[in-house]
C-alpha cells in the first residue's frame, strides 16, 4: 500500500488526481493539504471539501499557504482562464461547503504524518511547493523520514506554459521548488515534457463515465471548460491530465523514463522559474549553486496511452 499525502490546487486536473488517489486499491490517501495556485487559497480550498463531500473521500483536509515564502514575491497570477474562475470549471461550486477542516497548517500536518509513519509517506505535490517548502524550513529532518516526493512541475528541454522558460507551478513560488529540489530526499519530476503528451480526448472522457461510476460525471462536468482551453487557446484534442500524471508515476513508474542530475531553479530575472537539470557528471563545480546538490529524478519519456489506461482503470 503507497502512503499519500497530496498536496494540491483544485483545479480541473487535480481533481481527477484526487478522484484516481482515492479510488487506487494500492493507495492510501492519509491526507490532502491545499496551497494557493491555480486559484486563490479559500477557493482552492474550498474545492477540496466540495470533491470530499461529492466524493466521499474521508482523508482530512488540512490548510496550506496562501502565498509564497518570499514574502516579498507577489504570485497574483491565477490561472482561472484555464480552470475557470471558481477553479472548477464554473460549474456551480457552492459559495462554502460544510465539511471539516484539520485543525493543523498544512506544513505541520505534512510534518506530524511524516513523523507518525517514518520511512513511508509519499508526498505527492502538484501546485505550488510552498507547503512542502515551509515543512522541510520548519522541520528539516523530515527529509530523511520521507519515502519519495514526486512533483508535478517544470519543463526540461523545452518551452514553459507561463514564460518561455517557467512552468505554473514553479514560476508561481520558486524559491520553494528551489527549497525541494535541493533537499537530500528523493524527488522525481513530472513536468511538461511528459505531461504535455498525456492527452486525455473529450471522447475518451465521456467513455470513461459511460462505463463508470457516477464520481465520473462530475469530473465530466466539471473537465468541460478545461477542455475547451485546451483545444482553443492550445490547440490541443483533449486536455493535458497533469496532475494525474504525476500520481500514475506512484504506482507505474515502469511508465515513464527518468534521467538523474541536480535541478535547480532560477529565482528572479527574465528566466524566473525556470528548472534546470545539470548533467550526472560527477564533477563538483566548486562555489557555485551547483555544487553539493543532490541528484533528483527528471521525467524524460513517457508511455501516454498505458497512463491514460491506468487512470481509467482505477
Ligand atoms: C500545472 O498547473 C496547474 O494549472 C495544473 O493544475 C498543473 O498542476 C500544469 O502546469
Ligand atoms: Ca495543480
Known amino acids: 500500500m503507497h502512503k499519500v499525502i497530496f498536496d494540491t490546487d483544485p483545479g480541473v486536473d487535480d481533481a481527477m488526481a484526487l478522484l484516481f488517489l482515492h479510488r487506487h486499491p494500492e493507495i492510501d490517501l492519509l491526507g490532502v493539504t491545499t496551497v494557493f495556485g491555480n486559484v486563490p487559497l479559500v477557493l482552492t480550498t474550498r474545492n477540496a471539501q466540495f470533491l470530499h463531500r461529492e466524493w466521499n473521500i474521508s482523508a482530512p483536509i488540512s490548510t496550506g499557504a496562501a502565498s509564497t515564502i518570499d514574502p516579498s514575491r507577489r504570485d497574483d497570477r491565477a490561472a482561472s482562464v484555464v480552470h475557470g474562475a471558481d477553479g472548477l470549471g464554473n460549474i456551480g461550486v457552492p459559495h462554502t ?15 506530524e504524518t511524516v513523523r507518525a509513519n517514518p520511512g513511508e509517506v509519499t508526498l505527492i505535490a ?19 523520514l520521507v519515502k ?8 526540461f528541454d523545452m518551452a514553459g506554459n507561463v514564460t518561455p522558460v517557467a512552468e505554473a507551478n514553479i514560476h508561481g513560488d520558486p524559491e520553494a521548488a528551489d527549497i525541494l529540489f535541493t533537499a537530500p530526499w528523493k524527488v522525481t519530476i513530472v513536468g511538461l515534457n511528459v505531461t504535455m503528451k498525456t492527452i486525455m480526448s473529450a471522447d475518451y472522457l465521456a467513455e470513461m463515465v459511460k462505463s463508470g461510476e457516477n464520481s465520473l460525471r462530475l469530473l465530466s462536468d466539471l473537465s468541460q471548460y478545461y477542455i475547451d482551453f485546451y483545444k482553443s487557446r492550445v490547440g490541443l484534442a483533449g486536455m493535458a491530465v497533469h496532475d494525474s500524471t504525476a500520481c500514475v508515476y506512484l504506482v507505474r513508474p515502469d511508465l515513464f523514463t527518468v534521467r538523474g542530475g541536480p535541478v535547480r531553479v532560477v529565482c528572479g530575472g527574465i528566466a524566473d522559474g525556470a528548472t534546470i537539470q545539470a548533467p550526472d557528471s560527477g564533477r563538483r ?24 489506461g491506468v487512470i481509467r482503470a482505477a
Open 148 to 155: 519519495e516526493v514526486i512533483v508535478m512541475g517544470g519543463a
Open 97 to 111: 461547503v460544510d465539511w471539516p477542516l484539520d485543525s493543523r497548517p498544512a506544513y505541520q500536518f505534512i510534518i
Open 126 to 144: 502538484v501546485g505550488r511547493m510552498t507547503n512542502l517548502a515551509l515543512a522541510l524550513r520548519a522541520d528539516p529532518a523530515i527529509a530523511g
Open 285 to 308: 563545480f566548486i562555489g557555485t549553486p551547483w555544487d553539493g546538490q543532490p541528484s533528483q529524478w527528471v521525467c524524460t519519456g513517457v508511455r501516454p496511452d498505458d497512463v491514460l
